[in-house]
């Protein structure tokens, strides 16, 4: 390689290290600004990633708590499991002893919960050519006299 090219490859390079710099001084400036005008009206510093990491800690709180409350309520009731949708996350899995099934949600997420004619119960993605991966898990309702 002749200098000539070496130095136009560490031209090329310092070139998009400073635009990747440009670029995250631009991002956080709103940042600044803001914080900036709070401390002028006497307000605290905000912090708009701890902010959405405390939104999605107590959505995260809420979906388990649901989850939680449905098994209870169905082994209250003397049921094996429960099926639920819309949660957004598809899975089957078991709580205290009852089976959990969410469906996920089909515009979002493309799942929806199958039962087999064996009576195993799946969760299927739209597009996927082989049965998901660990989702599947096979439901019999007890036999009755």
């Known amino acids: ?62 979906i388990n708590d649901f989850e939680q409350a449905v098994a209870h309520e169905a082994r209250k009731r003397g049921h094996h499991g429960v099926v639920c949708g819309h949660i957004h996350h598809a899975e089957i899995r078991e709580i205290e002893g009852v089976l959990y099934c969410n469906d996920g949600d089909w515009v979002e997420s493309l799942t929806a919960l199958v039962e087999h004619h064996d009576g195993r119960l ?21 036999a009755t006299a």
């Open 122 to 142: 799946e969760i299927v993605r739209w597009g996927d050519p082989a049965p998901a991966q660990g989702l599947q898990q096979t439901v019999r309702a007890p």
């Open 1 to 62: 390689m002749t200098p000539m090219r070496t130095r136009a490859a560490r031209a090329a390079t310092a070139r998009s290290s400073s635009r990747t710099c440009t670029w995250a001084r631009r991002a956080a400036a709103p940042r600044s600004y803001l914080n900036h005008l709070r401390a002028k009206f006497g307000l605290p510093y905000w912090s708009l990633s701890a902010y959405l990491k405390l939104k999605v800690k107590k959505a995260v709180s809420f």
